[in-house]
């Protein structure tokens, strides 16, 4: 075990070996294994946002089978979806790479200004597919935020006690907050604190504007001299949030753009110090060859 490596597992000395394996294997997995670097397909989009918005775009996305050989071509370091998806392709493709099960999803459908999601799976069920890890929706901000903090305590000491690592997608939403304030940078630093606390292994957030919620926290900014005036510095400001980057922070690439802003954006996540991306739909709605060629570049750059 390379010296990085053995560093961020030590970090993770409570957990059991069970555990600890599969983040050492989500760590060691594809073209950035043993880096302490990744980028994580994931693909719940159909379900929280449907299908013909998620994949008409390149209709090759209607189909499971799509996203996980994309994954695997790419040489990314894990794939996520829900139940569904993952029942489809989890035999044929057992052990290729680990597959982590979102155990709780939205749907567009609902137009709730405080969301909670429903809880779709188990942890059983992540056994039984062979997943590496459980992935669970938060919403801080929400009205709802006890029900989901006390739901993620229950699935996260099942999961762990079977060996499995939890991941934290941690996204800021709901009737306490601006628009613009999801995505603020206090807020998205206080998202990912509050994944860290609740246990995750890993947290997804989403890239941190310039935007500041609170009047409290700008004084504060102001008066430590804290840089945030571009994305790597809030970046910075974010891992330094969970457990002065002591837990694995990767970051969401959001909707669809053009390739440009989004190597862009990934450069300064990198320059930040984030530990990778999750990049779900400007990968899988572009055509497979265009879809590996635009991986391979955000590979490159987690590289160096």
């Not at 601006?178 to 994944?195: F, L, M, N, P, R």
């Amino acid at each position: 075990m390379n010296q990085r490596i053995s560093e961020i597992l030590g970090w993770y000395g409570s957990e059991n070996p069970g555990t600890l394996k599969n983040i050492y294997r989500i760590l060691m997995q594809g073209r950035l294994g043993g880096t302490g670097k990744m980028v994580i397909l994931p693909v719940d989009q159909g379900f929280e946002h449907g299908p013909d918005r998620s994949f008409a775009v390149n209709p090759a996305g209607y189909d499971p089978e799509y996203h996980v050989r994309l994954a695997i071509k790419a040489g990314l370091n894990a794939h996520a979806a829900p139940l569904g998806s993952i029942a489809v392709i989890a035999r044929e493709y057992a052990g290729q790479i680990p597959l982590i099960l979102k155990v709780n999803n939205s749907a567009l459908l609902d137009k709730t200004q405080d969301p909670i999601p429903s809880v779709t799976s188990v942890v059983e069920d992540a056994l039984k597919l062979g997943c590496a890890a459980i992935g669970f929706t938060i919403y801080p901000g929400s009205s709802g935020y006890k029900e989901m903090y006390e739901e993620i305590q229950f699935l996260s000491r099942e999961a762990k006690d079977a060996g499995l690592a939890v991941v934290i997608w941690s996204y800021p939403r709901g009737s306490n907050l601006s628009k613009e304030g999801e995505t603020a940078v206090d807020v998205i630093s206080y998202a990912a604190q509050i994944a860290a606390q609740l246990g995750a292994d890993f947290i997804k957030v989403k890239p941190p504007t310039a935007h500041i919620e609170f009047d409290d926290t700008r004084k504060l900014y102001e008066k430590y001299n804290i840089a945030v005036s571009t994305l790597a510095e809030r970046v910075r400001n974010v891992v330094r949030s969970a457990f002065d980057g002591k837990r694995i922070i990767i970051f969401s690439g959001g909707p669809a753009k053009e390739k440009h802003d989004v190597l862009e954006e990934i450069r300064q996540v990198k320059n930040g110090g984030g530990f990778g991306s999750i990049i779900g739909r400007n990968s899988f709605q572009r055509p497979e060859k265009e879809a590996l060629a635009f991986l391979d570049e955000i590979i490159k750059i987690y590289m160096g």
